[in-house]
C-alpha cells in the first residue's frame, strides 16, 4: 500500500467494490475462518461478514495470517502517511439503515448494539426534521484516550481510535468520558460465539468481541488496510457516506464511487462537526439537510423552544 501513491489509494477505495466481482473468489476465500469440515469434497466456512458458506476443498489455499502480538503491533501503528476523514451529508440520507446491518454483520454485533446509529433529529420547533448518522467521531483530541487505565484504547497517527480488547478491564472510565455516547459494553457473550472459537483477535476488526469488554466504531481499519471503503459506507444505497484521506485532500463516495476533493465538499457545503465547542477535534463532519422545512433568511430567531 505504501508503493500506491496518495491518489491512487482513495481512487482504489471508490472501485474496490466494483472489483469484487471480478476478484470474488480468491477474495473471499482468503478472508474466511473454517468452522466445520466434512469428510466430503466441500468445506463449511465463516466468511469475514458473519456468514457461512460451503466452498471444494480444492478452492482453498493457505494464508499466512499474523499472530495476536503481530496483530496488535500493527493494528496501533496504522497505516503510515494516511490521514482519514469521514463525511456525512445529511441532506441524502432516508433512514435506511444498511449501514447499521453493515456494520454489525462485520463487528460481531448483538442486535441491540450499534457501531453508528441512524437518529432522527429536529434543529427547532418549527424546523423539518432529519436523519442523521452518528458514528465515533474518532476525534484527534479525544477524551476517552486519556482515562483508559491500562492504555487498551488509544489514537493512531492515521486519525483513527481503536480498542485492543486483550488489554481492556471493562471498567467503562472510556464509555464515560465520551461526549458522543459512541461506546458500547458487551454485557453479555457476543452474536455468534460460538462461530469463533479458535479465531485470532484482530484489533482493527475487534473481532472476536469478547464479554466484560468495550466496542466501538472503527472506520473498518482492517478494510482500509486491504484498501477497500468502510462497511458502512460500501453498504449505504444514498450516497450519503464520503471518505478518505485528508492528506491528500481527497473523498469517494461509497454509493457513486466518485472521488472529489475534500475541502473543497466541507467548505462549498458548510460542514460542521459535532459539539465543536468541547474540542474534542472530530474527525467526521456533517453537510447539513438542504431540503428544509423554510429557508434560513434573515438572524436567528431567539425565541424558539
Excluded at 474496490?16 to 468445506?43: F, P
Aim: some cysteine.
Amino acid at each position: 500500500m505504501e508503493k500506491k501513491s496518495r491518489r491512487s489509494f482513495v481512487k482504489a477505495l471508490g472501485v474496490s467494490i466494483g472489483a469484487a466481482g471480478v476478484v470474488g473468489g480468491s477474495s473471499i476465500l482468503n478472508s474466511c475462518t473454517q468452522v466445520a469440515s466434512t469428510n466430503s469434497d466441500t468445506i463449511t466456512l465463516l466468511t469475514s461478514s458473519g456468514e457461512l458458506m460451503k466452498v471444494d476443498k480444492s478452492q482453498l489455499k493457505p494464508a499466512d495470517l499474523p499472530s495476536l502480538s503481530e496483530n496488535q503491533k500493527r493494528g496501533r501503528e496504522g497505516l503510515p502517511g494516511r490521514k482519514f476523514v469521514m463525511v456525512i451529508d445529511l441532506s441524502k440520507c432516508r433512514n435506511a439503515r444498511q449501514c447499521m446491518k453493515a456494520c454489525q454483520n462485520h463487528h460481531q454485533l448483538r442486535p441491540e448494539q450499534h457501531h453508528i446509529n441512524v437518529l432522527q433529529m429536529q434543529d427547532a420547533e418549527n424546523t423539518a426534521p432529519y436523519y442523521m448518522p452518528k458514528p465515533c467521531q474518532h476525534c484527534d483530541n479525544p477524551p476517552c484516550t486519556k482515562v483508559c487505565p491500562v492504555n487498551a484504547t488509544f489514537k493512531r497517527e492515521d486519525g483513527i481510535v481503536l480498542i485492543d480488547n486483550e488489554r481492556c478491564i471493562g471498567c467503562r472510565f472510556c464509555i464515560a468520558a465520551c461526549p458522543y455516547s459512541a461506546r458500547v459494553f458487551n454485557w453479555f457473550e457476543p452474536r455468534d460465539a460460538e462461530k469463533y472459537e479458535g479465531v485470532t483477535y484482530n484489533i482493527e476488526a475487534n473481532v472476536p468481541q469478547k464479554k466484560g469488554t468495550i466496542s466501538k466504531c472503527l472506520f473498518s481499519a482492517d478494510r482500509l488496510r486491504d484498501g477497500k471503503l468502510p462497511s458502512c459506507v460500501s453498504a449505504c444505497p444514498n450516497g450519503v457516506y464520503w471518505f478518505g484521506d485528508q492528506n491528500e485532500d481527497a473523498v469517494t463516495n461509497g454509493t457513486t464511487h466518485e472521488t472529489t476533493s475534500f475541502s473543497k465538499l466541507i467548505k462549498d457545503n458548510a460542514a460542521y462537526t459535532l459539539m465543536e465547542e468541547l474540542g474534542t477535534k472530530p474527525r467526521v463532519y456533517y453537510l447539513p439537510p438542504k431540503d428544509r422545512a423554510f429557508p434560513f433568511q434573515g438572524e436567528i430567531d431567539q425565541h424558539h423552544s
